[in-house]
Nanobody
């Protein structure tokens, strides 16, 4: 069974930083796409960033380019999201997700595996 467990959320002020972690277990394949999504109540889940395994090719939503960095520790099976210069509009529940093919986009429907989410609150 594939399990994704997020951690690292919290509350910060505008301009602050956080690093989210996603621990991955039970995934049997060599190829995958791992991603971070966020959601606020009343809105659709939004793709933030994704990274391809193998190769570590990355993709970002326009709203976070230059501020967020997705990375992967293949030895420990962890995917990170380093978030800098956080803004109030970054507030939401952040989800880690995985799909069994390389090269997926940032559409939620393409992902099979989901974590439970971690909350990020950015205050002005």
């Amino acid at each position: 069974k594939v399990e994704l467990v997020e951690s690292g959320g919290g509350s910060v002020q505008t301009g602050g930083s956080l690093r989210l972690s996603c621990g991955i277990s039970g995934y049997p394949n060599h190829r995958a796409t791992w991603a971070w999504f966020r959601q606020v109540p009343g809105k659709e889940r939004e793709g933030i960033a994704r990274i391809i395994q193998p190769g570590d090719n990355t993709m970002y939503a326009e709203a976070v380019k230059g501020r967020f960095t997705i990375s992967r520790d293949s030895a420990d099976n962890i995917v990170y999201l380093q978030m800098s210069n956080l803004q109030p509009e970054d507030t939401g529940t952040y989800y880690c997700a995985g799909g069994p093919w390389s090269g997926l986009s940032l559409r939620p429907a393409e992902y099979h595996y989901w974590g439970q989410g971690t909350q990020v609150n950015v205050s002005s």
